[in-house]
């Protein structure tokens, strides 16, 4: 099956976002970091950043009463998230033991944006330790602080929305439940019904009519639904796995096609896996997954 492309009012809803990583990690330190450390309550995958002190040159931070600031070896920026920045802004139990925080950058003036930060982190024994960080800024990405915006609105409006961050890693277990009809770490299958899947997880964070069809959209996955009202597609977004395009070939084989489709500004590599197909999107190979899609 041919991947579903998306208009950009919907890429809009599904964290297409531009993010980055708390540290440089070659391939080779990428996978030494795959230790499950952390499980969260809405999924049973642990969380893959949460073991940032055990490697060297990781992001090491820290919050404590004494210092009231982040100690960092990596990622500069994060320096200027102290704990009073913290305690200023709303932050949310986004699962159980895992919050997050938004921060506001602004100009001296505090007249404009500069650029709209996402942080997710644990409170762990030894204070704050910083698992992820995204940023949305018009030098990260097209329209970053409108779509930066877009997303601090629902984050303050919707109680239950959250950022999706990285928890997880990208291995070939997404390959062999993509060939059951299911995202990895979702037991929903396409061709489920509205009625069971709403039934499973509830009421949709987001809602959107897409071509005769409906999207659902659950922070960490998303579903596009027919006019039958039958699951056809399953989105992930990218951020959950947090790797470039050209990482993909490297931790699950080379794809079964390669497609570029310049109108959209789009890349897909995709693996067909039985009846269906596991694609991954990007801008550009050398940027971080946007989308992950199973059709």
């Known amino acids: 099956m041919k991947p579903i492309i998306f208009p950009f009012f919907v890429i809009f809803f599904i964290i297409a976002c531009s993010s980055e990583t708390l540290n440089d990690l070659s391939l080779n330190e990428y ?12 999924t049973t995958q642990t969380l893959a950043s949460t073991n940032a002190n055990a490697y060297e040159g990781a992001a090491t931070k820290s919050i404590t009463d004494n210092d009231k600031a982040i100690e960092t070896t990596s990622d500069q920026r994060l320096v200027e998230l102290t704990l009073e920045s913290i305690n200023e802004n709303e932050v949310k139990e986004i699962k159980d033991g895992v919050f997050q925080t938004v921060v506001t950058e602004m100009t001296e003036s505090e007249e404009n944006i500069i650029s709209i930060n996402f942080f997710t982190w644990i409170n762990d024994k ?8 995204s940023y949305f800024n018009d030098d990260k990405m097209a329209h970053g602080k409108k779509i930066g915006e877009y997303y601090n609105d629902l984050w ?19 390959l062999e439940t ?22 499973a997880l509830g009421s949709p964070i987001i809602s959107d009519w897409y071509h005769g069809g409906t999207y659902y959209f ?4 998303g579903f ?55 694609s991954f999107e990007s801008v550009s190979e050398d940027e971080n997954i946007a989308n992950i899609w199973l059709n």
């Open 178 to 199: 993509a060939e059951n009809g299911q995202m990895y770490t979702s037991n929903i299958s396409i061709g489920l019904s509205k009625e069971d899947l709403i039934s």
């Open 218 to 221: 659950y922070n960490d996955i």
């Open 126 to 133: 030894k204070g704050i330790n910083l698992i992820d960080a």
């Open 31 to 42: 996978q030494i970091v795959q230790e499950p450390l952390v499980s969260s309550v809405t």
């Open 156 to 174: 303050i409006d919707k109680e239950s929305f959250f950022l999706s961050y990285h928890d997880l890693m990208l291995d070939i277990a997404f």
């Open 224 to 278: 596009i639904l027919d006019d039958k009202e039958k699951v056809v597609s399953i989105n992930m977004p990218g951020n959950r796995v947090k790797i470039t395009l050209e990482e993909v070939p490297i931790l699950l084989g080379e794809p079964t096609t390669i497609e570029y489709f310049e109108k959209e500004n789009t890349i897909f590599y995709s693996y067909e896996v039985g009846q269906y197909t596991l």
